[in-house]
C-alpha cells in the first residue's frame, strides 16, 4: 500500500504527540494540530488523505470541524476519536459524513486498521473520479 498522510487533531499534547510518532514509525506520514481551527488552517495548505480528529476540543470541537472539512475538502476521510460519554457524538459523526469512530484509549492495531480503510476508500474514491475524466476527455471530439 502506498504511504499516505494522516492529520492527527486532539488537544491533548501527550496524546498527539505520541500517536504522530506511532504513525510516522510504521511507515504513515503523520502530523498533528491542536485544535480543530488549525486543522482546518492546516488542511488548506497541505494535502491530507484522513484526519484522526477527537470529538471533545476547546473552541471548535471535533463534530464542527468535520462539518468544515466535509464542505471545503469532501474526499478527506475523518476517523472520530471519542471518549465512552460521547458515544452520540461519534454516532452523529457518521451521520455528518465520518469514515468511523474509535472509543478512546485506543488500541494501535485496530487505529492503524481503521486509518488503512479509510485511506483505501478515499484511494478508490480518487480512481473513481481519475476514470471518468479519463472517460469525459476521451469522449470529446478532437
Known amino acids: 500500500m502506498k504511504e499516505f498522510t494522516v492529520l492527527v487533531v486532539d488537544d491533548e499534547e501527550e496524546f ?3 500517536t504522530v510518532k506511532i504513525l510516522n514509525k510504521r511507515g504513515i506520514k503523520a502530523t498533528s494540530a491542536e485544535s480543530g481551527t488549525e486543522a482546518l488552517e492546516l488542511l488548506q495548505r497541505t494535502p491530507v488523505d484522513v484526519v484522526l ?28 476519536l471519542t471518549g465512552h460519554a460521547s458515544v452520540e457524538s ?30 483505501e476508500k478515499k484511494r478508490l474514491q480518487m480512481e473513481k473520479i481519475e476514470m471518468a475524466q479519463m472517460k469525459k476527455h476521451m469522449a470529446m471530439p478532437s
Open 90 to 119: 461519534g454516532i452523529e459523526g457518521m451521520k455528518l459524513g465520518a469514515f468511523d469512530y474509535l472509543m478512546k484509549p485506543i488500541e494501535l492495531e485496530p487505529l492503524l486498521e481503521k486509518l488503512r480503510l479509510a485511506y
Open 16 to 18: 498527539r504527540d505520541l
Open 53 to 80: 480528529l477527537d470529538v471533545k476540543m476547546p473552541g471548535i470541537d471535533g463534530i464542527e470541524t468535520l462539518r468544515h472539512i466535509r464542505s471545503r475538502s469532501p474526499l478527506v476521510e475523518v476517523v472520530l
